[in-house]
Each structure stands twice: as C-alpha cells, then as structure tokens.
C-alpha cells in the first residue's frame, strides 16, 4: 500500500501532512513520538500534542478537531462488528495449561495484563517467560514475533531467558536476539521509552510489550501526599501510551506491580496494588500472585470484563514457569 496513493483512501490512510496546521517539521515530529497516522493524533490531548510539538495547546487542539473529523472516531458500532474485531486478537501463552486457562486461552493483544504480587512472588519469572513464549511459533501458543522489556529493577537476565528457551526447545541464542531490553532508570525515562517502543515496532514484529516494574519508579520518586496528583496523572499518561501500542500493533501489554506491604499511606489495603484507580481501570486483565509452599505460585484472577474470578497454580523452576 503507497502512502502517496490518493485513490479511494481510508480515513486511516490519509497522511498526517493533510491536516490543516500539520506543516512538514510538525509532521516529522508528530511521527517521532508515535503519532503517525490519523487516528493517534484524533485520541491524542492538546496538552500531549503541544508537549511534542512545541505548538501552542490552541494549535494543538485545532488539528485533534480535524483529525477526529477525518477520522470518524465517534461511531458507534454494532455488537456483531465488535465480534468481528475481537476476532483479530491473539493469545500468547503464559507456558501454564492452567494459567492459560484462567485467562480463557492466555494474555490477550490489544489489553495491558498486569501481575502484581509482594517481592519474591514470581512477576519477574513470568515476565521472561512471556518473552521466551513470544518468539516461539503459533502451533506452540507463540507469535514467531520479537518481544520489548522496559526493565526499572534491573531484573532482566538473559541467562534466564537461555534456560527457559532451552526448556521449550528454541535456540537460546536465536531466542536472545528477539528480545530487546531497554533499562529505565526513572519514571520520566521508563515513559520516554513507551513513547519510542512506537520506533521500535516499525523496525521489527513486536507482538509484546512487558514493562516490569510499571510502578516502582513512581511510587520511590512521588513520595508524599503533595505529589499523589502528579504521580497519577503521570502513570494516567503513561497507562495511555501503552495501550495505545496494544491497539496499534495488536500486541501484548504485560506489567509487573508491586503490593504494599506496610499500609501505603495513600491506599490503606495493605494487599492492594500500587496506583490505584488508574492503574486498575487501564487494565483489562489483574492477576494477584502469591508464593505458596514448594515454589509453588497461586495466581488468582481479579476483575475480569468476560472471565469468572478464579485460581491457577504454577511453578518457576529452572525450566521456567509451568504447570505442577
Ligand atoms: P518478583 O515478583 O519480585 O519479580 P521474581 O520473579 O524475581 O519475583 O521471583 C524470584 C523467585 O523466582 C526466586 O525467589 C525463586 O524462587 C524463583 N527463581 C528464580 N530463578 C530461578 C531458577 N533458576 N530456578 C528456580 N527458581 C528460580
Ligand atoms: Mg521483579
């Protein structure tokens, strides 16, 4: 498809450049923050838009008008049209028949899954495991595509990825070169290489995006009650970004969460997940993990749009995470 053919173009085809104000350097860097085509910059908020841009948030809200025009982003559709559209999402395997089961077949594209659990209860495991999982073809519940880690703990470890991918019979060092690592070493870092994931998956077949830990940068950095509006319109934002990836690229969002374990002087569960509402209604899917005896893992689903709660019991071994 040519980007410079007018013929019988879609909305979604049309170049950014059409829009009225869009000018080429406005157009250039549009693109560089990943908005590349009509519809992001029709979802996109003035203020995002004036950040990137530099143009003033009038401006700004001038060419999100007419790019929602072009795009049509207020339709409304039939529930048998969105059947249809559910139908191009995939499953990627958790490397669990039970865990998989609990999410009705995997972690679906096109939603941000998120594992959260107290330090030790496996999130990172997982994590590997998903990427390993990624890169392994369709009949054994892979995508045969490249994964993305956004790492704030620096937790990845590729001799990990090595064993688990043995285990499942890849070639370790195939395995290696699909699986790109970014270290985050703050939350404005770890946001800035959400935005740039968008460059990344023009260059490869990404299929998954995990960012572990989604919020430990925000929760050691916007300490205080002074700070709580700032750290959840910052995670709002970066929430946005990464679903907006999972849209795009029909990819797996997968994110790590930490529990409080002393009563968190914002949210007083001292169970609950960090960041709140925001985190909780930006994703689809919630897993609570726990360790039980053994290396055992207790997954527990929580909050599911279309699955009933329930649990599934794994095991991370040097072989990775599977069934008992
Ligand atoms: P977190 O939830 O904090 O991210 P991790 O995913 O890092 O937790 O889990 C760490 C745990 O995973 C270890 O305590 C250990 O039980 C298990 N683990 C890590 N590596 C191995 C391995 N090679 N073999 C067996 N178990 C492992
Ligand atoms: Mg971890």
């Known amino acids: 498809m040519s980007e410079d053919d007018n013929s019988g173009q879609t ?3 049309r170049r950014i450049e059409d829009l009225p104000g869009v000018g080429e350097v406005t157009a250039e860097k549009l693109r560089e923050s990943g908005y590349d085509n009509i519809l992001t910059i029709a979802v996109a908020s003035p203020k995002d838009l004036s950040e990137v841009t530099g143009i003033a948030e009038g401006a700004a809200a001038r060419i999100i008008a007419a790019a929602r025009k072009m795009a049509d982003v207020g339709k409304f559709e039939t529930g048998d049209e969105i059947l249809k559209k559910r139908e191009s999402v995939l499953k990627l395997t958790t490397g669990s028949k039970s865990l998989d089961d609990l999410l009705g077949g995997g972690l679906e594209t096109q939603a941000i899954t998120e594992f959260f659990g107290e330090f030790g209860s496996g999130k990172t495991q997982i994590m590997h495991q998903l990427a390993v999982n990624c890169t392994g073809p369709e009949d054994q519940g892979g995508f045969d595509a490249d994964a993305l880690i956004i790492d704030t703990e620096n937790t990845f470890r590729p001799e990990r990825i090595k064993q688990m991918a043995l285990h499942r019979g890849f070639d370790p060092d195939e395995t290696l070169k699909r699986i790109h690592v970014a270290r985050a070493y703050n939350s404005h870092h770890q946001i800035l290489l959400a935005e740039r994931a968008m460059d990344e998956a023009k260059k490869y077949n990404i299929k998954l995006l995990i960012v572990d830990s989604l919020t430990s940068h925000f929760r050691s950095e916007y300490v205080g009650r002074g700070s709580l509006a700032e750290r959840q319109q910052l995670l709002n934002k970066h929430m946005h970004d990464l679903l907006r990836f999972s849209t795009v690229y029909n990819a797996v969002i997968a994110v790590t969460n930490q529990v409080s374990a002393r009563p968190d002087i914002f949210f007083g569960d ?42 599934a019991v794994v095991q991370v071994t040097e072989d990775g995470v599977t069934d008992i």
């Open 11 to 13: 909305e979604d085809e």
């Open 270 to 311: 001292p169970t609950s997940p960090i960041g709140g509402n925001i985190v909780g209604h930006a994703a689809t899917f919630r897993i609570y993990l726990r360790k039980s005896k053994a290396g055992k893992r207790i997954a527990r689903l929580i909050d599911s749009p279309s699955l009933p709660e329930g649990e």
